[in-house]
């Protein structure tokens, strides 16, 4: 069974990959807490493609970005 990581877990375990995340938790402010990681790659179309059904995802990229669009994403 896949382990909860915190998100400072998540960046050191998938340095500059894409995420898919499940059963996450976000602070007050929105930002992401812990969660399972369900999907991680390099590549973003990877992560976007066939989400888990039925599941609150989140979204997110580990590495830095100079990309001004999303780059994160959760919804419940």
Known sequence: MAKKLT????KKQYP???LLI????LDESGH???????RHSK???DIYKSPAPNKSVA???TGES???G????ACH
């Open 43 to 45: 590549k973003k179309s």
């Open 22 to 25: 499940i059963d996450f938790e």
């Open 70 to 73: 999303l780059r994160s994403h």
């Open 59 to 61: 979204f997110r990229y």
């Open 7 to 10: 998100w400072s877990e998540m």
């Open 16 to 18: 500059d990959e894409w």
């Open 32 to 38: 992401l807490k812990s969660g399972l990681v369900e």
């Open 66 to 68: 100079n990309f001004s």
